[in-house]
């Protein structure tokens, strides 16, 4: 046997330390980063939304009265552009629901669209009727998920924007 050197007696073999050590600490890291990422995803949806519904409002504020539908509904006309595409493009990353917006009389005070699950639904309230509104609000709601847990849940998100029509 050699008898070991000076150097070699004082010292610990730490080679695995490191390797324990991240693996302790790395899934904690993984899920704050992560969960900033959810986190930032969902405020974005929500700003997206809110920006939408005001530029519905000022569409359906613009927009010319109801058409006739045929089957004894009343629906948006879509000129200049319908209350959906004016939705859609100002929140370009939302699926938005592309059903017309129609009510079930000329003078009623509410134009909606059949719910379609996964979508931004649009609700178009009008002061007065919306034939002649004197104010409209447009509330859209959405029911979305997470991208992961523990923010991996699903949310409702809703937003409103109301304006007043100005007559000509």
Known sequence: MQPRSRRQVGRRDEAGATLVEFALVAPLLFLL??????????????????????????MASIESPLLTAGNGQYCETGVPTSIAKAVSQAAPLLTVNTAPLCAS????????????????????????????????????????????????????????????????
């Open 105 to 168: 009389s000329e003078g009623a005070t509410q134009l909606t669209q059949p719910t379609v699950n996964g979508d931004v639904n649009i609700v178009v309230t009008c002061g007065g009727s919306c034939g002649n509104p004197t104010t409209v609000e447009v509330s859209l709601a959405v029911t979305t998920k997470g991208l992961v847990a523990p923010i991996g849940l699903t949310y409702n998100l809703t937003a409103s924007s109301q304006v007043p029509v100005l007559s000509p």
């Open 33 to 58: 980063l992560f969960g900033i990422i959810a986190g930032c995803f969902l405020a974005y949806q929500n700003s997206a939304l809110h920006d939408g519904a005001s530029a519905g409002a000022r």
